[in-house]
Protein backbone atom coordinates (compact mmCIF):
# COMPACT_ATOMS: atom_id res chain seq x y z
CA UNK A 1 0.00 0.00 0.00
CA UNK A 2 1.40 2.96 -1.08
CA UNK A 3 1.15 6.44 1.19
CA UNK A 4 0.39 10.00 0.20
CA UNK A 5 2.47 12.33 1.58
CA UNK A 6 1.17 15.83 2.33
CA UNK A 7 3.22 18.81 2.72
CA UNK A 8 3.80 19.63 6.19
CA UNK A 9 2.15 23.53 5.57
CA UNK A 10 -0.96 21.52 4.10
CA UNK A 11 -0.95 19.88 7.38
CA UNK A 12 -0.58 22.75 9.49
CA UNK A 13 -3.64 24.07 8.46
CA UNK A 14 -5.98 21.56 8.27
CA UNK A 15 -4.77 21.16 12.12
CA UNK A 16 -5.83 24.83 12.20
CA UNK A 17 -8.81 24.58 10.19
CA UNK A 18 -10.10 22.14 12.66
CA UNK A 19 -9.28 23.81 15.65
CA UNK A 20 -10.83 26.93 15.02
CA UNK A 21 -13.81 25.15 12.95
CA UNK A 22 -14.03 22.94 16.66
CA UNK A 23 -13.58 26.68 18.34
CA UNK A 24 -16.23 28.10 16.24
CA UNK A 25 -18.75 25.28 17.43
CA UNK A 26 -17.97 25.76 20.71
CA UNK A 27 -18.43 29.52 20.70
CA UNK A 28 -21.37 28.43 18.82
CA UNK A 29 -22.82 26.54 21.91
CA UNK A 30 -21.82 28.70 24.81
CA UNK A 31 -23.83 31.95 22.54
CA UNK A 32 -26.45 29.62 22.89
CA UNK A 33 -26.60 28.43 26.42
CA UNK A 34 -25.59 32.49 27.04
CA UNK A 35 -28.91 33.71 24.90
CA UNK A 36 -31.22 30.74 25.92
CA UNK A 37 -30.57 32.10 29.68
CA UNK A 38 -31.05 35.96 29.12
CA UNK A 39 -34.16 34.55 27.45
CA UNK A 40 -34.88 32.66 30.42
CA UNK A 41 -34.59 35.25 32.56
CA UNK A 42 -36.49 37.96 30.61
CA UNK A 43 -39.48 35.59 30.55
CA UNK A 44 -39.17 34.79 34.45
CA UNK A 45 -39.31 38.67 35.16
CA UNK A 46 -41.45 39.11 32.53
CA UNK A 47 -44.15 36.70 33.60
CA UNK A 48 -43.67 38.06 37.70
CA UNK A 49 -44.62 41.18 36.54
CA UNK A 50 -47.34 40.15 34.41
CA UNK A 51 -49.04 38.47 37.26
CA UNK A 52 -48.39 41.68 39.06
CA UNK A 53 -50.08 43.54 36.45
CA UNK A 54 -53.10 40.90 36.68
CA UNK A 55 -53.54 40.79 40.32
CA UNK A 56 -54.01 44.33 40.00
CA UNK A 57 -55.92 44.92 37.33
CA UNK A 58 -58.40 42.09 39.49
CA UNK A 59 -58.36 44.61 42.43
CA UNK A 60 -59.36 47.30 40.40
CA UNK A 61 -61.91 45.61 38.87
CA UNK A 62 -63.33 44.42 42.00
CA UNK A 63 -63.01 48.00 43.25
CA UNK A 64 -64.85 49.31 40.29
CA UNK A 65 -67.97 46.51 41.18
CA UNK A 66 -67.96 47.97 43.92
CA UNK A 67 -68.12 51.54 43.04
CA UNK A 68 -70.73 50.75 40.98
CA UNK A 69 -72.85 48.94 43.70
CA UNK A 70 -72.68 51.66 45.40
CA UNK A 71 -73.28 54.44 42.86
CA UNK A 72 -76.48 51.88 42.88
CA UNK A 73 -77.47 51.94 46.06
CA UNK A 74 -76.83 55.58 46.39
CA UNK A 75 -79.06 56.50 43.46
CA UNK A 76 -81.59 53.65 44.85
CA UNK A 77 -81.44 56.02 47.81
CA UNK A 78 -81.69 58.93 47.09
CA UNK A 79 -85.19 58.31 45.13
CA UNK A 80 -86.07 57.03 48.75
CA UNK A 81 -85.30 59.71 50.08
CA UNK A 82 -87.22 62.57 47.08
CA UNK A 83 -90.27 60.24 48.33
CA UNK A 84 -90.32 60.47 52.39
CA UNK A 85 -89.04 64.08 51.71
CA UNK A 86 -92.36 64.60 49.94
CA UNK A 87 -94.30 62.37 52.09
CA UNK A 88 -93.09 64.26 55.02
CA UNK A 89 -94.19 67.48 52.97
CA UNK A 90 -97.58 66.25 52.65
CA UNK A 91 -97.40 65.07 55.89
CA UNK A 92 -96.64 68.37 57.60
CA UNK A 93 -99.47 70.02 55.22
CA UNK A 94 -102.11 67.48 56.96
CA UNK A 95 -100.47 68.64 60.21
CA UNK A 96 -101.29 72.37 59.32
CA UNK A 97 -104.78 71.91 58.28
CA UNK A 98 -106.04 69.27 61.51
CA UNK A 99 -104.35 71.54 63.66
CA UNK A 100 -106.28 74.88 62.20
CA UNK A 101 -109.27 72.40 62.50
CA UNK A 102 -108.73 71.65 66.06
CA UNK A 103 -107.94 75.22 66.73
CA UNK A 104 -110.83 76.13 65.21
CA UNK A 105 -112.85 74.04 66.64
CA UNK A 106 -111.45 74.96 70.13
CA UNK A 107 -112.83 78.35 69.14
CA UNK A 108 -116.40 77.74 68.44
CA UNK A 109 -116.44 75.80 71.76
CA UNK A 110 -115.07 78.73 73.43
CA UNK A 111 -117.39 81.10 72.29
CA UNK A 112 -120.17 78.64 72.60
CA UNK A 113 -119.46 78.61 76.44
CA UNK A 114 -119.37 82.54 76.52
CA UNK A 115 -122.90 82.32 75.26
CA UNK A 116 -124.04 79.33 77.55
CA UNK A 117 -122.18 80.93 80.21
CA UNK A 118 -124.56 84.42 78.64
CA UNK A 119 -127.51 83.01 78.76
CA UNK A 120 -127.27 81.06 82.28
CA UNK A 121 -126.49 84.33 84.03
CA UNK A 122 -129.92 85.63 82.51
CA UNK A 123 -131.76 82.44 83.66
CA UNK A 124 -130.30 83.08 87.00
CA UNK A 125 -130.99 86.93 87.26
CA UNK A 126 -134.46 85.93 85.97
CA UNK A 127 -135.23 83.48 89.13
CA UNK A 128 -133.75 85.75 91.43
CA UNK A 129 -135.97 88.32 90.50
CA UNK A 130 -139.35 85.69 90.40
CA UNK A 131 -137.97 85.00 94.17
CA UNK A 132 -137.96 88.46 94.93
CA UNK A 133 -141.70 88.56 94.10
CA UNK A 134 -142.29 85.78 96.21
CA UNK A 135 -140.96 87.63 98.65
CA UNK A 136 -142.37 91.06 98.20
CA UNK A 137 -145.72 90.38 96.28
CA UNK A 138 -145.96 87.92 93.50
CA UNK A 139 -149.44 87.49 95.06
CA UNK A 140 -149.45 90.94 95.44
CA UNK A 141 -149.54 91.30 91.93
CA UNK A 142 -151.62 88.76 91.32
CA UNK A 143 -154.01 90.50 93.79
CA UNK A 144 -153.82 93.41 92.00
CA UNK A 145 -155.43 91.64 88.89
CA UNK A 146 -158.78 93.40 87.78
CA UNK A 147 -159.70 90.06 85.86
CA UNK A 148 -159.13 86.20 85.37
CA UNK A 149 -157.60 87.27 82.28
CA UNK A 150 -155.01 89.29 83.82
CA UNK A 151 -154.19 86.14 86.34
CA UNK A 152 -154.33 83.79 83.23
CA UNK A 153 -151.84 85.73 81.51
CA UNK A 154 -149.47 86.68 84.16
CA UNK A 155 -148.99 82.49 85.11
CA UNK A 156 -148.82 81.72 81.19
CA UNK A 157 -145.92 84.67 80.63
CA UNK A 158 -143.98 83.06 83.70
CA UNK A 159 -144.31 79.70 82.42
CA UNK A 160 -143.23 80.54 78.69
CA UNK A 161 -140.39 82.22 80.16
CA UNK A 162 -139.17 79.40 82.04
CA UNK A 163 -139.74 77.07 79.12
CA UNK A 164 -138.10 79.30 76.71
CA UNK A 165 -135.01 79.75 79.01
CA UNK A 166 -135.19 75.69 79.98
CA UNK A 167 -134.93 75.33 75.82
CA UNK A 168 -132.50 77.48 75.37
CA UNK A 169 -130.08 76.26 77.91
CA UNK A 170 -130.61 72.89 76.33
CA UNK A 171 -130.05 73.59 73.01
CA UNK A 172 -126.62 75.74 74.11
CA UNK A 173 -125.93 72.22 76.22
CA UNK A 174 -126.52 70.18 73.24
CA UNK A 175 -124.38 72.49 70.74
CA UNK A 176 -121.41 72.45 73.04
CA UNK A 177 -121.49 68.50 73.49
CA UNK A 178 -121.07 68.68 69.56
CA UNK A 179 -118.98 71.28 69.81
CA UNK A 180 -116.92 69.21 72.32
CA UNK A 181 -116.89 66.26 70.22
CA UNK A 182 -115.36 68.00 67.16
CA UNK A 183 -112.73 69.73 68.85
CA UNK A 184 -111.70 66.16 70.81
CA UNK A 185 -112.05 64.85 67.05
CA UNK A 186 -109.86 67.41 65.68
CA UNK A 187 -106.98 67.05 68.54
CA UNK A 188 -107.08 63.28 67.89
CA UNK A 189 -106.76 63.54 64.45
CA UNK A 190 -103.82 66.29 64.87
CA UNK A 191 -102.45 63.87 67.03
CA UNK A 192 -102.37 61.14 64.66
CA UNK A 193 -100.91 63.64 61.82
CA UNK A 194 -97.94 64.87 64.14
CA UNK A 195 -97.27 60.73 65.00
CA UNK A 196 -97.01 59.81 61.27
CA UNK A 197 -95.55 63.37 60.14
CA UNK A 198 -92.58 61.81 63.53
CA UNK A 199 -92.18 58.75 62.14
CA UNK A 200 -91.42 60.09 58.61
CA UNK A 201 -88.92 62.72 60.19
CA UNK A 202 -87.62 59.30 61.43
CA UNK A 203 -87.56 57.55 58.80
CA UNK A 204 -85.98 60.80 56.35
CA UNK A 205 -83.40 61.05 59.33
CA UNK A 206 -82.38 57.37 59.13
CA UNK A 207 -82.04 57.52 55.13
CA UNK A 208 -79.91 60.85 55.23
CA UNK A 209 -77.25 59.02 57.51
CA UNK A 210 -77.09 55.89 55.36
CA UNK A 211 -76.51 58.20 52.75
CA UNK A 212 -73.60 60.00 54.25
CA UNK A 213 -72.27 56.48 55.12
CA UNK A 214 -72.89 55.66 51.16
CA UNK A 215 -71.21 58.84 50.25
CA UNK A 216 -68.30 58.48 52.41
CA UNK A 217 -67.85 54.53 51.51
CA UNK A 218 -68.14 55.42 47.53
CA UNK A 219 -65.27 58.85 48.39
CA UNK A 220 -63.54 56.10 49.73
CA UNK A 221 -63.53 53.72 46.84
CA UNK A 222 -63.15 55.88 44.33
CA UNK A 223 -60.17 57.15 46.12
CA UNK A 224 -58.81 53.26 46.42
CA UNK A 225 -59.96 52.97 42.37
CA UNK A 226 -57.88 56.42 41.75
CA UNK A 227 -55.31 55.03 43.72
CA UNK A 228 -55.64 51.35 42.17
CA UNK A 229 -55.60 53.06 38.43
CA UNK A 230 -52.27 54.87 39.02
CA UNK A 231 -50.58 51.41 40.22
CA UNK A 232 -51.89 49.76 37.50
CA UNK A 233 -50.77 52.22 35.06
CA UNK A 234 -47.27 52.20 36.91
CA UNK A 235 -47.12 48.59 36.88
CA UNK A 236 -48.35 48.24 33.37
CA UNK A 237 -45.09 50.13 31.97
CA UNK A 238 -42.84 47.98 33.85
CA UNK A 239 -44.95 44.81 32.58
CA UNK A 240 -44.23 46.32 29.38
CA UNK A 241 -40.19 47.07 29.86
CA UNK A 242 -40.26 42.97 30.91
CA UNK A 243 -42.27 42.21 28.09
CA UNK A 244 -39.72 43.85 25.45
CA UNK A 245 -36.55 42.55 28.02
CA UNK A 246 -38.84 38.87 27.21
CA UNK A 247 -39.10 39.95 23.56
CA UNK A 248 -36.14 41.35 22.76
CA UNK A 249 -34.16 38.30 24.54
CA UNK A 250 -36.38 35.76 22.15
CA UNK A 251 -35.14 37.92 18.88
CA UNK A 252 -31.78 36.81 20.15
CA UNK A 253 -32.84 33.28 20.81
CA UNK A 254 -33.82 33.45 17.21
CA UNK A 255 -31.46 35.30 15.78
CA UNK A 256 -28.94 31.92 16.82
CA UNK A 257 -31.83 29.60 15.24
CA UNK A 258 -31.44 31.75 11.90
CA UNK A 259 -27.68 31.41 11.76
CA UNK A 260 -27.72 28.14 12.75
CA UNK A 261 -30.12 27.37 9.79
CA UNK A 262 -27.54 30.04 7.76
CA UNK A 263 -24.57 27.89 8.66
CA UNK A 264 -26.28 24.13 7.10
CA UNK A 265 -28.56 26.27 4.26
CA UNK A 266 -25.03 25.41 1.75
CA UNK A 267 -25.88 25.71 -1.48
CA UNK A 268 -25.76 22.22 -2.38
CA UNK A 269 -28.80 21.53 0.12
CA UNK A 270 -31.79 21.35 -1.82
CA UNK A 271 -35.39 20.81 -1.22
CA UNK A 272 -36.76 18.80 -4.22
CA UNK A 273 -40.33 18.99 -3.00
CA UNK A 274 -42.86 20.84 -1.13
CA UNK A 275 -45.23 17.88 -0.08
CA UNK A 276 -44.13 17.59 3.17
CA UNK A 277 -46.07 15.54 5.16
CA UNK A 278 -47.79 16.05 8.86
CA UNK A 279 -45.18 15.69 11.33
CA UNK A 280 -47.72 12.93 13.52
CA UNK A 281 -49.07 9.99 12.42
CA UNK A 282 -51.81 11.24 15.05
CA UNK A 283 -53.40 13.51 17.41
CA UNK A 284 -56.26 14.90 19.73
CA UNK A 285 -56.59 18.33 18.17
CA UNK A 286 -55.15 21.33 17.02
CA UNK A 287 -55.11 23.30 20.59
CA UNK A 288 -53.27 26.81 19.35
CA UNK A 289 -53.47 28.13 15.89
CA UNK A 290 -50.56 30.38 14.59
CA UNK A 291 -50.79 33.69 15.39
CA UNK A 292 -53.41 33.18 18.37
CA UNK A 293 -52.53 35.24 21.75
CA UNK A 294 -50.74 33.59 24.32
CA UNK A 295 -51.51 34.27 27.80
CA UNK A 296 -49.49 37.18 27.89
CA UNK A 297 -50.68 38.60 24.47
CA UNK A 298 -47.70 37.73 22.23
CA UNK A 299 -49.05 36.01 18.90
CA UNK A 300 -48.44 32.23 18.49
CA UNK A 301 -45.47 31.17 16.81
CA UNK A 302 -46.29 28.25 15.86
CA UNK A 303 -49.38 25.22 15.59
CA UNK A 304 -49.19 23.19 18.65
CA UNK A 305 -50.96 19.44 17.98
CA UNK A 306 -52.08 17.66 21.38
CA UNK A 307 -51.12 14.30 21.38
CA UNK A 308 -50.35 11.66 24.11
CA UNK A 309 -47.04 11.78 25.42
CA UNK A 310 -44.65 10.06 23.73
CA UNK A 311 -46.13 10.13 20.61
CA UNK A 312 -43.75 9.98 17.81
CA UNK A 313 -42.70 13.22 15.87
CA UNK A 314 -41.43 13.08 12.18
CA UNK A 315 -39.49 15.29 9.93
CA UNK A 316 -41.88 17.09 7.57
CA UNK A 317 -39.08 17.21 4.37
CA UNK A 318 -35.61 15.71 3.53
CA UNK A 319 -32.70 18.36 4.99
CA UNK A 320 -30.58 18.32 7.69
CA UNK A 321 -31.04 19.13 11.57
CA UNK A 322 -29.35 22.27 11.82
CA UNK A 323 -29.62 22.34 15.81
CA UNK A 324 -31.25 19.89 18.56
CA UNK A 325 -30.75 20.64 22.36
CA UNK A 326 -32.67 22.09 25.11
CA UNK A 327 -33.71 26.03 24.30
CA UNK A 328 -35.31 27.53 27.33
CA UNK A 329 -39.10 28.03 26.60
CA UNK A 330 -38.88 25.24 23.47
CA UNK A 331 -37.23 22.78 26.10
CA UNK A 332 -36.30 19.88 24.22
CA UNK A 333 -36.07 21.08 20.44
CA UNK A 334 -35.44 19.93 17.01
CA UNK A 335 -34.60 22.48 13.78
CA UNK A 336 -34.10 21.10 10.92
CA UNK A 337 -33.12 23.34 7.51
CA UNK A 338 -34.44 21.79 4.03
CA UNK A 339 -32.36 24.07 1.78
CA UNK A 340 -33.78 25.99 -1.21
CA UNK A 341 -36.38 24.58 -2.97
CA UNK A 342 -37.75 25.23 -6.24
CA UNK A 343 -39.64 27.92 -5.62
CA UNK A 344 -36.18 30.09 -4.58
CA UNK A 345 -37.51 30.04 -0.70
CA UNK A 346 -35.69 28.57 2.05
CA UNK A 347 -37.56 26.51 4.68
CA UNK A 348 -36.70 25.52 7.90
CA UNK A 349 -38.63 23.69 10.38
CA UNK A 350 -38.67 23.41 14.42
CA UNK A 351 -40.37 20.81 16.78
CA UNK A 352 -40.40 21.75 19.92
CA UNK A 353 -41.53 20.31 23.87
CA UNK A 354 -40.01 16.77 23.31
CA UNK A 355 -39.69 14.55 25.78
CA UNK A 356 -36.38 13.17 24.27
CA UNK A 357 -34.52 13.96 21.19
CA UNK A 358 -33.43 11.02 18.86
CA UNK A 359 -31.24 12.70 16.11
CA UNK A 360 -27.89 15.13 16.63
CA UNK A 361 -27.14 18.48 15.36
CA UNK A 362 -25.84 17.94 11.59
CA UNK A 363 -27.68 14.61 10.97
CA UNK A 364 -28.79 14.35 7.54
CA UNK A 365 -32.46 13.31 7.37
CA UNK A 366 -35.49 12.20 5.36
CA UNK A 367 -38.91 13.13 4.73
CA UNK A 368 -40.76 10.75 8.01
CA UNK A 369 -37.21 9.91 9.85
CA UNK A 370 -37.93 10.08 13.36
CA UNK A 371 -37.04 13.20 15.35
CA UNK A 372 -38.27 12.70 18.98
CA UNK A 373 -41.18 12.16 20.74
CA UNK A 374 -44.16 14.51 22.10
CA UNK A 375 -43.57 15.76 25.46
CA UNK A 376 -43.49 18.75 27.80
CA UNK A 377 -40.93 20.31 28.39
CA UNK A 378 -40.42 23.68 28.40
CA UNK A 379 -43.03 26.28 28.61
CA UNK A 380 -46.30 24.66 28.21
CA UNK A 381 -49.96 25.23 29.28
CA UNK A 382 -52.91 23.66 29.48
CA UNK A 383 -54.92 20.53 30.79
CA UNK A 384 -53.27 17.12 30.74
CA UNK A 385 -49.95 18.27 31.52
CA UNK A 386 -49.29 19.93 28.68
CA UNK A 387 -48.35 17.18 25.77
CA UNK A 388 -48.27 18.61 22.46
CA UNK A 389 -45.69 19.57 19.64
CA UNK A 390 -45.29 22.80 18.88
CA UNK A 391 -44.37 23.07 15.01
CA UNK A 392 -42.82 26.27 13.38
CA UNK A 393 -42.09 26.89 9.71
CA UNK A 394 -39.89 29.59 8.67
CA UNK A 395 -39.34 30.69 4.88
CA UNK A 396 -36.30 32.69 4.28
CA UNK A 397 -36.17 33.09 7.92
CA UNK A 398 -39.75 34.22 8.48
CA UNK A 399 -42.45 32.09 10.32
CA UNK A 400 -45.25 31.45 8.57
CA UNK A 401 -48.51 29.69 8.93
CA UNK A 402 -47.13 25.83 9.14
CA UNK A 403 -51.15 25.03 8.41
CA UNK A 404 -50.77 26.93 4.98
CA UNK A 405 -48.21 23.89 3.99
CA UNK A 406 -48.37 20.92 6.49
CA UNK A 407 -51.35 18.68 5.67
CA UNK A 408 -53.03 18.08 9.40
CA UNK A 409 -54.36 14.12 8.30
Known sequence: MKYRHFPAAVLAAGLLFCTLFSGFDAYADDKKGELTQNQAEARQEYEAEQAALNELKSAQAQTENEVAALTGQAAELAGQITDVTAAVQAAQTELDVRRAAAEAAGTS?????????????????????????????????????????????????LRQMSAKNSAVLAELDAEAAALEQARAEAETAAQQAADAKAALDAQQAALQATQCELETALLDANSALTAQQAAAQAQAAVTDAAKKAYEAATAALDAYVRAQSQR?????????????????????????????????????????????????IYAIADGVVSAARTMNSYGNCVQVSHGTANDGHCYDSLYAHMSSIVVAQGDTVQKGDLLGYVGNTGNV?????????????????????PLGYVPTL
Not at 110 to 139: H, I, N, S, V, W
Open 109 to 157: LTAKQTEYDARLALCKEQLRAMQRLDGGGALWLLAQAKSLYQVLTFDTV
Open 264 to 312: YTTADLHLTSLAFRCPLDSYGRITTQFGEPDPWGIPHRGTDFAAPGGTP
Open 381 to 401: YGAGGGYHLHLELRVDGGRVN
